[in-house]
Nanobody, 130 residues
Framework: QVQLVESGGGSVQAGGSLRLSCAASGYTSSRPCMYWFRQVPGKEREGVASIDSVGRPSYADSVKGRFTISKDNAKNTLYLQMNSLKPEDTSMYYC????????????????????????WGQGTQVTVSS
């Protein structure tokens, strides 16, 4: 059973930084693509960043240059370093994992979120005040 547990959310002022973590367990197949998504109430979930099985990152245009996705395979942990935070980054952030493309990733710009992505964490709230 795959489990993803996010941590690191919180409240910060605009311009500040946060680092989210996602601890993964139970993955027995080849290394999946890992994602960060976010969602505010009443809006569709949107992709933020992805990192494929060999460590290649991809970002939504809205976070390029400010957010960095990374992973530590030895610790089975995914990270999202968020710098220069803006009030519009306020959202619930979710970690996700998927192997349906053999370790490659769906585009984070794709909407709606592909139904093939089946493993999700419970989310961690990020609030950025102006």
């Amino acid at each position: 059973q795959v489990q993803l547990v996010e941590s690191g959310g919180g409240s910060v002022q605009a311009g500040g930084s946060l680092r989210l973590s996602c601890a993964a367990s139970g993955y027995t197949s080849s290394r999946p693509c890992m994602y960060w998504f976010r969602q505010v109430p009443g809006k569709e979930r949107e992709g933020v960043a992805s990192i494929d099985s060999v460590g290649r990152p991809s970002y939504a245009d809205s976070v390029k240059g400010r957010f960095t996705i990374s992973k530590d395979n030895a610790k089975n942990t995914l990270y999202l370093q968020m710098n220069s935070l803006k009030p519009e980054d306020t959202s619930m952030y979710y970690c996700a994992a998927d192997s349906s493309l053999g370790g490659f990733c769906y585009s984070v710009q794709r909407t709606p979120v592909p139904a093939e992505i089946k493993y999700w964490g419970q989310g961690t709230q990020v609030t950025v005040s102006s």
